[in-house]
């Protein structure tokens, strides 16, 4: 089985002319980007994300909602029950 490597993630910044995007880490030919459009927690469910990443939380929201998400999953699931 073929090792995947992590997923290369860009971000934007605004500038006078639209946004700028640019990598985390450099970035090799054929490589698949992603971006996180940094959504709200509310609603999270009615956006599900089908990247792929290995560490994608299965939901578009913002990085700072990824171990709530996780959480509310597991307990769902009953994957982790504490
Ligand atoms: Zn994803």
Not at 50 to 61: E, Q
Request: aromatic share 10%.
């Amino acid at each position: 089985m073929a090792t995947r490597a992590p997923a290369v993630r860009i971000r934007s910044i605004p500038s006078h002319c639209g946004l700028w995007f640019y990598a985390l880490r450099r970035i090799r030919p054929g490589e698949e980007l992603t971006y996180n459009y940094s959504h709200e927690l509310e609603g999270y469910q009615g956006r599900p994300c089908h990247c792929g990443a290995p560490d994608c939380v299965g939901y578009m929201v913002a990085e700072e909602f990824f171990e709530t998400v996780r959480r509310r999953q597991g307990q769902r699931s009953g994957k982790l029950r504490r």
